[in-house]
């Protein structure tokens, strides 16, 4: 039988469910990729991302070439002319079973859905698996039966049910027979416009792989204390790979446990810290399966949609360029602008000065995090940011608020990491650099702060006492 393999962020050959039951199945085997500008523009995807995604592909190309299996390109218009094109494309191709790694999100389940139904209709088999998330999305319950929206809780239970038979990774079984189709990646051709370093970020398995045991055979010990401190480099920086699947969740937890026993909650304190971190992006992809409305620009807490939010478009652009007048913040905007990443740290205060301090809609920040994140991952974006805007699952209390300085002194003490991405700031004292402008660097060219931060607290705590009381909370 000739089947057809649906990539999609599931860019890799090891551990790829729909890959090994293709290849167990079909005797030929066709690999695709279907994409969408208008798509990509809509679900706000960066173009350093964009560029990444094609880089890979490049590299999974060549890895399929191993196996006879060769893979194109599909362009389509959107999602709703996604199914017909591929169906159109399994029935000239002769192609009798389809396969697919599910993704998470409303646009992306009606899709499926859509395409289900068309291929049944036109008598082609269609088989879909799970390789983002360990558990079947919505599996982890309460209790009571529910779906969870406190991690720690949803943690507890994932590590109450976990049993090493669910580490079994997946591989294609044979080579298969060639099939005379070229593969044809020229369509992913078109300018990308981004300052980031391509090389900080190498494509393919074997990088995502060396990357890993990079870090965990050199970091992961001090993972749970150095993780915090931006200057110190000591996360894995595997998020890129496990947005577009150029890594599995399962084969990081595997390898991470090889170095603890097999233990998830006990031993060592650095690779059990790590583990938590792959953990969250599962409660977050459960989060967007059994809520459906934060895929669809809603927050979790309903009563915030009473909330007042500002909008100034001066402080937008000045947030947007790293000249808030907040070292930290704007240093960590800067890394991103410049890396295509930014550390998790400082996510967290730079969504938190931009959703409470300047009171503007996280809705707007996380789209501009989407904008330029090489790693930008629809459910964990939308989760930190509805975490540090109070609206989502287990957020924050309303009337906690990071202080941008206080956090400063704290992750990076002696302000290297400020001095690394406002050189402006490179001859400031430490004792002062983690201030806001005031005369001692009052030549320097950098901004004053835009906001004062006790009254910009006071107003946020304000602005949600009278969304509760509107929402009757």
């Known amino acids: 039988m000739k089947g057809l393999i649906w990539f999609r962020s599931d860019l890799r050959i090891d551990d790829n469910p729909a890959l090994m039951h293709a290849s167990r199945a079909c005797d030929e085997l066709i690999g695709i990729y279907i994409f969408s500008k208008s798509q990509w523009s809509l679900h706000n995807e960066s173009n350093v991302k964009l560029e990444f995604l094609h880089n890979n592909l490049i590299q999974l190309e060549q890895s399929l070439q191993k196996l006879n299996i060769p893979l194109l390109l599909i362009e389509t218009k959107n999602y709703e002319s996604l199914p017909i094109d591929l169906a159109s494309f399994a029935k000239l191709n002769s192609v009798g079973h389809i396969f697919w790694n599910n993704e998470f999100g409303v646009n992306e389940g009606k899709r499926d859905l859509t395409v289900n139904n068309l291929l049944k209709d036109n008598g082609i088999n269609s088989a879909c698996f799970d390789d983002q998330v360990i558990y079947e999305p919505g599996y982890l319950r309460t209790g009571q039966g529910k779906p969870f929206s406190v991690f720690t809780p949803f943690k507890r239970r994932w590590i109450e049910n976990f049993s090493l038979d669910f580490m079994n990774l997946e591989k294609p079984t044979k080579p298969l027979k060639i099939i005379q189709l070229n593969s044809d990646l020229s369509l992913l051709n078109f300018p990308k416009k981004h300052s980031v370093d391509m090389t900080l970020w190498p494509a393919g398995e074997a990088s995502a792989l060396e990357r890993l045991s990079c870090f965990l055979g050199k970091k992961v010990n001090s993972y749970n204390k150095s993780r915090n401190d931006p200057i110190l480099d000591g996360t894995s920086r595997i998020s890129p790979y496990l947005t577009l699947g150029i ?15 097999f233990e998830l909650a006990s031993g060592n304190k650095g690779v059990c810290k790590w583990i938590d ?41 000045k947030f947007y360029t790293g000249n808030t007048g907040f070292p930290i913040v704007d240093a960590g905007i800067r890394q991103m602008l410049e890396e295509g990443w930014m550390h998790n740290r400082l996510r967290m205060v730079v969504a938190m000065f931009f959703t409470k301090n300047m009171l503007h809609d996280w809705r707007l920040g996380e789209k501009f995090f989407m904008e330029n994140l ?15 805007s109070s ?25 290297q990491f400020i001095k690394k991405f406002i050189p402006e700031l490179k001859d400031i004292p430490t004792a002062q650099i983690h201030q806001p402008k005031d005369d001692l660097f ?32």
């Open 391 to 415: 609206t989502g699952t287990d957020a924050a209390p309303y009337f906690r608020i990071f202080n941008p300085i206080t956090q400063s002194q704290n992750f990076d003490p002696s302000g």
């Open 277 to 317: 971190e792959i953990i969250w992006r599962e409660f977050y992809r459960n989060i967007m399966h059994s809520f459906p409305r934060v895929s669809m620009n809603l927050p979790f807490q309903d009563y915030t949609n009473n909330i007042h939010w500002r909008f100034s478009e001066d402080e937008l652009e």
């Open 247 to 261: 890594i599995s969740p399962k084969r990081c937890i595997l390898e991470g446990l090889k170095l603890n026993n």
């Open 442 to 473: 009052s030549s320097i060219d950098y901004p004053a702060p835009i906001l004062n931060l006790k009254e910009s607290r006071v107003r946020a705590i304000q602005a949600f006492k009278d969304a509760r009381e509107v929402g009757g909370i």
């Open 374 to 388: 090489i790693d930008g991952d629809f459910s964990s974006n939308n989760g930190g940011w509805q975490w540090s």
